[in-house]
């Protein structure tokens, strides 16, 4: 194991996110905040509690999700697709690492940027609405399992693209909609039945309501089938990964 | 001595199908300058590109060190630099980042002294903070050779190092090149300037269409390009080559109506003048002649016209 090359990318990435400080933790923590004033205080002011918890505090995990998957996806992709466009992977392609030491380092990076910005994004929540967090452990390994998921996720998204349209148009067109009716702001249970079924073949339903039950200990789906769906995730994208290295698919001639 | 190179029947197809190595086999020596000339096009950047793991192989073998570049890739690979043809970099980062960056990559742990004496030998110390963006080609490049320099290669593969770079830099790559070779490591450039090769390599290796023509000591292959030929066409043809043209290195061909003689441009005397002499003197008739150069110069000459 090249513990040097984990340090050298690990360090270089988080040194790029201290640049881009207001692009990347003060962008998501502002949104954040907006989407609280809008749908916690203007709009759920009129909503009545959902299962016992009030709306503004309801969205809070679905929120949170919501940053950390977006943020994850798009720091990862980036920091791979720029080396790539840029050619300056060469390097990458060239040194003694396998792909264990560049996921540990790239994925590793934008992992913890995620967590960051989620935590950040907790302690801005508990400025408006009182928070309690029923399973902490639970709640940390959820924020840990899906930032690392997404980020394997933008790091596969940031290979494949060979245009700047593709990076974000995968975000844009399949990531945005899962999330949003991935029962960010409601509670699936809420949906006509027809949607309630539709809604389990969404993998992010699983993920936010195993996150929002860590909250408030309601869920949509049974919390293991939550975490089982969170491993699972992370396990296909660990195996894209490794066929990726392996054969090089778009990134070796 | 084990080179510290040894590629065996290396053939490459790239995807589109186009065969850009056909069995390509050499030898490097350690601690040499090898010199791999060739046009553009000719595979030089896919043979070390193949080498350093950037482009896989379709089939034959690379050993660096003895070391299976596929197999043990950790190896080779971390006794390997390179500086690439073409200049990316990393546009929002400094040329001392990238070179730390470089190092640890690599698998070497933090050592700034060592980076301090790259980035002083290539003159870019007083750069080392600036942003890459605002750096020019040259500087680039020089940025370039630290990051390759920072993890003290065995081998350092420079890809047309000169390619578009003013004079001064030229010097002081010579200069590094030279204090390399002196701390023991192995360079090999590749280059479509004989001259370049010329100033340089202890060895060249001429390679075109995918495939190693030759390979031969420099000093060797400077004497074989100086080999021309001259072809008389004579007037009626010749049974034998009469005695008294003897000391001439002549052959007789066309049914004895063609006859050429090898001469050295690079010597004082090529003995043209005293050969026509003698054919006057033996009352043989020519009605045309031409010169030639031998295959060898053929090439180095497309190559050389072809980027002047
Ligand atoms: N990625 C690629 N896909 C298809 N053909 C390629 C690729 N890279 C290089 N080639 C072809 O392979 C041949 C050798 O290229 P290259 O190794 O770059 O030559 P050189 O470095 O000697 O100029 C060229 O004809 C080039 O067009
Ligand atoms: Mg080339």
Known sequence: MNYNAIRAIYRTEMARMMRTVVQSIVAPVLSTSLYFVIFGAAIGSRITEIDGVSYGAFIVPGLIMLSIMTESISNSSFAIYFPKFSGTIFELLSAPVSFVEVLLGYVGAAATKSVIIGVIILATASFFVTIEVAHPAIMLLFLVLISVSFSLFGFILGVWADGWEKLTIVPILVIMPLTFLGGTFYSISMLPPAWQTVSLFNPIVYLISGFRWSFYENADVAIGLSLGMAITFLSLCLIAIWWIFKTGYKLRN | ?308
């Open chain 2, 1 to 308: 001595m084990q080179p510290v190179i040894r590629i065996t029947d290396l053939t490459k197809t790239y995807a589109g199908g186009y065969e850009a190595l056909k069995a390509v086999n050499l030898e490097i020596d350690r601690g040499e300058i090898f010199g791999l000339l060739g046009p553009n096009g000719a595979g030089k950047t896919t043979l070390i590109n193949i080498v350093c793991g950037i482009v896989t192989k379709t089939s034959g073998t690379v050993l660096v060190d003895g070391f299976d570049n596929v197999s043990d890739y950790r190896e080779t690979r971390s006794r390997i630099g390179l500086v690439p043809q073409e200049l990316p970099t990393e546009t929002f980062e400094t040329p001392l980042n990238v070179c730390r960056f470089s190092r640890g990559l690599f698998g070497k742990p933090d050592n700034p002294e060592h980076i301090e004496k790259v980035l002083k030998s290539l003159s870019l110390w007083d750069k080392k903070d600036q942003k890459m963006m605002l750096l020019s080609g040259g500087m680039k490049r020089r940025v370039l050779i630290a990051k390759a320099l920072a993890h003290e290669p065995d081998v350092l593969f420079l890809d047309e190092p000169t390619a578009g770079v003013d004079v001064e830099l030229r010097q002081d790559m010579w200069n590094v090149v030279q204090s390399l070779r002196e701390s023991g490591v192995t360079v090999i450039l590749t280059t479509h300037y004989i001259e370049e090769a010329e100033q340089l390599a202890d060895r060249i290796g001429v390679i075109n269409h995918g495939e190693v023509i030759i390979v031969e000591e420099k000093t060797k292959l400077m004497r074989e390009l100086g080999k021309k030929e001259l072809v008389l066409h004579l007037t009626d043809p010749l049974a034998g080559i009469p005695t008294s043209l003897g000391d001439f290195e002549l052959e007789l061909s066309d049914g004895g109506c063609e006859l050429t003689y090898h001469y050295d441009t690079k010597r004082d005397h090529t003995g043209i003048t005293s050969l026509l002499a003698a054919l006057h003197d033996a009352g043989i008739k020519f009605n045309d002649l031409n010169t030639s150069q031998s295959s060898l110069e053929e090439i180095f000459v497309g190559l050389v016209h072809k980027d002047s």
